[in-house]
């Protein structure tokens, strides 16, 4: 039996801000989490590729605001940062 993913763990190093913005930035990771492993089944973000976060971004959020979706973006660069990717996403 696997341990589900720890996303807390996962993001502890790039967090900063109130305790608000953190756990804002924790729900939407895992919200993003969710979307991908259950399109794709990849549970870690470790396996996630550029083209499976464009997908949530241009997809799976498309019907909601526009300052929704740039929350979402804000949590995708910690994301990427934290993976040490160069991913650039914009609205």
Do not use: N
């Not at 989490?33 to 241009?58: D, G, N, Y």
């Amino acid at each position: 039996m696997s341990m589900p993913f720890d996303m807390d763990l996962f993001l502890e190093g790039v967090l900063i801000g109130s305790h608000a913005t953190r756990q804002r930035h924790l729900s939407q990771a895992k919200m993003i989490q969710a979307a991908i492993a259950k399109r794709w089944q990849r549970e870690s973000p470790w396996t996630w590729q550029r083209k499976h976060v464009a997908w949530f971004l241009e997809h799976y959020m498309r019907r909601r605001c526009e300052a929704t979706r740039y929350y979402y973006v804000l949590t995708v660069r910690l994301l990427a940062r934290r993976l040490g990717r160069s991913w650039v996403f914009t609205l």
